[in-house]
């Protein structure tokens, strides 16, 4: 059974960090692309960030020079360093694992982050 554990959500001060991780397992990890997406109340849900399996990175240009996607095949785990944070940042935040021929897909249940004073 696969599962993507996320966590390290919570609140923030506009202009702090937050590091999330995601913890999968039930998959060979090296081989999937791994993702971050967003949702904000009321709109779709967004790409944030992926990595790739061969450790290439990229951003949405919303996060570009502000967030930075790795990975440890290691330990199976992504994570999602968010520095200077807006209170646009605000959203549920989702990790996805995918094959690269997209066959497979699939997603964790969410954390939320909040940017407020």
């Known amino acids: 059974q696969v599962q993507l554990v996320e966590s390290g959500g919570g609140l923030v001060q506009p202009g702090g960090s937050l590091r999330l991780s995601c913890a999968a397992s039930?998959?060979?990890?090296?081989?999937?692309?791994m993702g971050w997406y967003r949702q904000a109340p009321g709109r779709q849900r967004e790409l944030v960030g992926f990595i790739t399996n061969a450790a290439n990175t990229k951003y949405a240009d919303s996060v570009k020079g502000r967030f930075a996607v790795s990975r440890d095949n290691a330990k199976k785990t992504v994570f999602l360093q968010m520095n200077s944070l807006k209170p646009e940042d605000t959203a549920v935040y989702y990790c996805?694992?995918?094959?690269?021929?997209?066959?497979?897909?699939?997603w964790g249940q969410g954390t939320q982050v909040t940017v407020s004073s």
């Open positions: 039930g998959i060979i990890f090296p081989l999937y692309t």
């Open positions: 996805n694992a995918r094959t690269p021929d997209l066959k497979y897909n699939y």
